[in-house]
């Protein structure tokens, strides 16, 4: 009996032993004698003990930090980049089998990627054509992962420094580009208001008499402004001396030549 009762209690602590609980995240890799059996889970699975061994895999998204690292653009430039990289597994059985460490792994070809890729743009494209740059370099190391069942779905730069000089150097180039522009919109001003004012001087010419109202119309601001001295533009004395030319001629006409009165 004794000898029994040991036996029950041995097979029970075995039953227990070979219970194993796998989450709905997980995947185990099953190993039969060191062979490669199947993948079980998720779920309650049993596993033949002392024979069977068993590895967890996760398949959740991995957020990877890829460290600060330093980068010489293809223009010469020394730049620090920190990067961040999102990959799942696939392929447990790749995951396991294919490589001795795969989060190891992905996150040391990342690093590498990286300064590869980078280092073949320029600073200005690396400012600008940053989502062409990320798209390039998840696609280079999803290229990598595959065989170890691991898919690459972003990979974002999340920050760029940029040495002391060159940030003065650029922030010189943004305020030249600044003045530039501002410069081009007041030539454009300039340009419209000569184009309105020779419109403007066309109807004049064709209308002389709305100089003489333009200008009476200036008297009469100035006039508002209580000021001591009035200038008078020198085409409304010109005016003038016409208007009294005419007075003085129409004045000797009427000398020489008296109307005559009828009886």
Same mark, same amino acid.
């Given at each position: 009996?004794?000898?029994?009762?040991?036996?029950?209690?041995?097979?029970?602590?075995?039953? *227990?032993? %070979?219970?194993?609980? =796998?989450?709905?995240?997980?995947? %185990?890799?099953?190993?039969?004698?060191?062979?490669?059996?199947?993948?079980?889970?998720?779920?309650?699975?049993?596993?033949?003990?002392? *024979?069977?061994?068993?590895?967890?895999?996760?398949?959740?998204?991995?957020? $990877?930090?890829?460290? %600060?690292?330093?980068?010489? +653009?293809?223009?010469?430039?020394?730049?620090?980049?920190?990067? @961040?990289?999102?990959? !799942?597994?696939?392929?447990?059985?790749?995951?396991?089998?294919?490589?001795?460490?795969?989060?190891?792994?992905?996150?040391?070809?990342?690093?590498?990627? @990286?300064?590869?890729?980078?280092? /073949?743009?320029?600073?200005?494209?690396?400012?600008? /054509? +940053?989502?062409?740059? #990320?798209?390039?370099?998840? #696609?280079?190391?999803?290229? !990598? +992962?595959?065989?170890?069942?691991?898919?690459?779905?972003? @990979?974002?730069?999340?920050?760029? =420094?940029?040495?002391?000089? $060159?940030?003065?150097?650029?922030?010189?180039?943004?305020?030249?580009?600044?003045?530039?522009?501002?410069?081009? @919109?007041?030539?454009?001003?300039?340009?419209?208001?000569?184009?309105?004012?020779?419109?403007?001087?066309?109807?004049? $010419?064709? !209308?002389?008499?709305?100089?003489?109202?333009? +200008?009476?119309?200036?008297?009469?601001?100035?006039?508002?402004?209580? #000021? %001591?001295?009035?200038?008078?533009?020198? /085409?409304?004395?010109?005016?003038?001396?016409? =208007?009294?030319?005419?007075?003085?001629?129409?004045?000797?006409?009427?000398?020489?030549?008296?109307?005559?009165?009828?009886?």
């Amino acid at each position: 009996m004794p000898t029994l009762y040991y036996v029950i209690i041995f097979l029970i602590v075995l039953i *227990f032993a %070979s219970l194993r609980v =796998v989450k709905q995240y997980e995947r %185990s890799v099953i190993f039969f004698l060191g062979k490669f059996t199947g993948i079980r889970g998720p779920g309650l699975i049993i596993l033949i003990p002392i *024979f069977e061994r068993m590895a967890k895999v996760m398949l959740r998204t991995v957020t $990877m930090n890829i460290p %600060s690292q330093k980068i010489i +653009t293809k223009d010469n430039v020394s730049i620090d980049i920190a990067a @961040v990289a999102y990959y !799942h597994i696939v392929d447990p059985e790749k995951a396991v089998i294919g490589v001795e460490n795969v989060y190891e792994a992905v996150n040391q070809i990342s690093q590498t990627t @990286v300064r590869n890729v980078v280092g /073949q743009f320029m600073l200005d494209q690396l400012l600008s /054509q +940053t989502g062409e740059i #990320n798209n390039q370099i998840k #696609n280079v190391i999803d290229a !990598h +992962t595959e065989p170890w069942g691991a898919q690459v779905t972003a @990979v974002e730069i999340k920050d760029i =420094v940029l040495p002391d000089n $060159m940030q003065r150097a650029m922030a010189k180039e943004a305020e030249a580009e600044r003045e530039r522009r501002a410069k081009i @919109v007041a030539a454009q001003g300039e340009f419209q208001a000569a184009v309105k004012l020779g419109e403007a001087a066309d109807i004049i $010419m064709s !209308h002389p008499i709305a100089l003489q109202l333009r +200008t009476l119309q200036t008297l009469a601001e100035i006039s508002t402004e209580k #000021n %001591s001295t009035i200038i008078f533009p020198a /085409q409304f004395m010109n005016n003038i001396r016409e =208007v009294l030319d005419t007075i003085n001629a129409d004045a000797i006409s009427m000398t020489k030549n008296p109307p005559k009165i009828i009886k």
